[in-house]
């Protein structure tokens, strides 16, 4: 890992980007901690970073009032990094479907979520090695966002992720339908009812699918960047029972 910028935003974050490879990412650590801070790992659409930059740094700041660290990474395909045919092509038909009036097949689903999740994962996991090895972050860590296909993922492969909260309105394989059976860490699902591009029945159904004893969905009305401010801080409340009392992750 190898950090390229960094800046004190006005509340004291510390924010500094980094490049793991040709993997663009950002970190954001709390303005002053007495121990290394626990660390989330913030999901996001495969829209590139600069496109959702002011969303990030807003859940980053957040969860900086709490003491967490917070960290994201490009995802394959997005922003400055070179561009992927097959899931262009996924999302051309995508669009084709959807302006069409026609149903989204789950073949054009599958083709665009699962090349994303096989590679993004991985990616994932080697930023965590790197960012567990600073001084500054101690973990436990947690896993906030979308894509939720990837958040199910590391839910499941991922050992030192041991809380999540996943970010329904994402089109979902039938694949991840029956990974979600695996996941057994806690979660907290955040829908948007009124989510203009995205039917809520799957949303429902792979909730229901979760293996976790604990799972909590909150739904709100509202379309799909409408997320209420009380549902942001209920995620919080959740991560503050889940990471802050648990020891440091140690390998």
Not at 10 to 20: C, H, K, Q, S
Not at 205 to 215: I, P, R, V, W
């Amino acid at each position: 890992m190898q950090f390229t910028s960094e800046q004190h935003l006005d509340d004291g974050v510390l924010e500094r980007e980094f490049t793991l490879g040709e993997i663009p990412g950002i970190l954001w650590t709390p303005a002053s901690t007495s121990a290394p801070s626990p660390l989330i790992l913030l999901g996001h659409p495969p829209l590139g970073l600069r496109k959702m930059y002011p969303r990030l740094v807003a859940r980053a700041r957040h969860c900086a009032a709490e003491g967490f660290a917070t960290a994201t990474i490009e995802l394959p395909g997005s922003g400055d990094r070179p561009r992927w045919t097959a899931v262009d092509q996924a999302r051309a038909d995508l669009r084709r479907a959807m302006e069409a009036g026609e149903p989204v097949s789950d073949e054009i689903v599958d083709a665009l979520v699962l090349p994303l999740v096989d590679k993004a994962v991985p990616e994932w996991q080697a930023a965590l090695d790197a960012l567990l090895s600073l001084p500054e972050i101690g973990g436990p860590v947690g896993y906030s966002g979308g894509v939720i296909s990837i958040g199910v993922r590391l839910a499941v492969v991922e050992p030192r992720i041991v809380a999540a909260v996943l970010f329904a309105g994402s089109f979902v394989p039938r694949a991840t339908f029956e990974e979600a059976r695996r996941a057994t860490v806690p979660l907290h699902v955040l829908l948007q009812w009124d989510d203009e591009g995205n039917d809520r029945q799957p949303a429902l159904d792979l909730f229901d699918a979760f293996g976790s004893q604990e799972k909590t969905l909150e739904a709100n009305m509202g379309g799909h960047t409408g997320v209420p401010q009380f549902a942001g801080d209920a995620a919080a409340r959740f991560f503050t029972r889940h990471l802050r009392d648990r020891p440091a992750w140690r390998g």
